[in-house]
């Protein structure tokens, strides 16, 4: 089993910057990609960004609307994956939730939410304007 646990959400003010983790722990493997999603209230839940190991390259993949903002990145030394958020948006505000697939994957073949097998519980973000 993997066990993924959020931290870093908060309140901010538009324009301003957050830092999401997301340590796990349990089973682990080399060969999987890890994602963001976020669930706004009265929406579905949506993808934002994942980082995968395909072989021996990275790559990362994010949804148009964050492109430019938030970035993806891994310290596999601390088995944790962060995601940097600038420039916030009101639009933005969400529960983020982190979640990792058993397999690779690359470009918009990250973006299907079935293929995560792990969630954490989530950390709310909240931009206020």
């Known amino acids: 089993q993997v066990q993924l646990v959020e931290s870093g959400g908060g309140l901010v003010q538009a324009g301003g910057s957050l830092r999401l983790s997301c340590a796990a722990s349990g089973r682990s493997g080399s060969l999987y990609a890890m994602g963001w999603f976020r669930q706004a209230p009265g929406k579905e839940r949506e993808f934002v960004a994942a980082i995968s190991f395909p072989w021996s390259s990275t790559s990362t993949t994010y949804a148009d609307s964050v492109k430019g903002r938030f970035t993806i990145s891994r310290d596999n030394v601390k088995s944790t994956v962060y995601l940097q958020m600038n420039s916030l948006k009101p639009e933005d505000t969400a529960i983020y939730y982190c979640?990792?697939?058993?397999?690779?994957?690359?470009?918009?073949?990250?973006?299907?939410?079935?293929?995560?097998?792990?969630w954490g519980q989530g950390a709310q973000v909240t931009v206020s304007s």
């Open positions: 979640a990792r697939r058993n397999n690779v994957c690359s470009g918009s073949r990250c973006h299907d939410i079935s293929q995560y097998a792990y």
